[in-house]
């Protein structure tokens, strides 16, 4: 059988994207020269939020005031050059005015100073379930 110069390079595309697949789930899973021994475990906090009674962001509502809310404290965090990464990645969720801020923050200043900016920006309850990450 003779294949064509296209579907010969046809053949020979796919045999290098599955080649290059297998290479990349291969490294994947190989931990990378010098990375720390002990990986990233959130299970805990995965199968917490699993229980259908802790708010994720899916449950933001999209009511016009409460979008306004969750911009408004989000643009406070993010406009803030002393907050740390993490402090700038904490969950805004707004539901009919009440504001749950979830997530792990460096420091007690930054956890306390996202409640304040949630304050400020007219939130009518704040359920503060920030975390300090001690690692």
């Known amino acids: ?32 020269v010098g990375a720390a021994s002990s990986e990233a475990d959130n299970t805990a906090r995965n199968v917490r939020d699993r229980d259908g009674a802790t708010l994720t962001p899916l449950d933001q509502s999209n009511s016009a ?5 969750t911009q408004k404290i989000r643009e406070g965090i993010t406009s803030n050059d002393a907050m740390s990464i993490q402090a700038r990645n904490v969950k ?5 005015g009440v504001v749950t ?8 200043q930054e956890k306390t100073t996202i409640a304040a900016l949630a304050k400020d920006a007219g939130a009518t309850r704040i359920e503060n379930q920030l975390e300090i990450d001690r690692d």
């Open 92 to 96: 805004v969720i707004t539901r009919d």
């Open 1 to 32: 059988m003779r294949l064509s110069r296209t579907k010969l390079a046809v053949v020979a595309v796919a045999v290098f994207t599955v080649a290059a697949c297998s290479d990349r789930e291969q490294s994947d899973r190989t931990p990378a």
């Open 65 to 69: 005031p409460d979008l306004a809310l």
């Open 101 to 108: 801020l979830r997530g792990p923050v460096e420091t007690e």
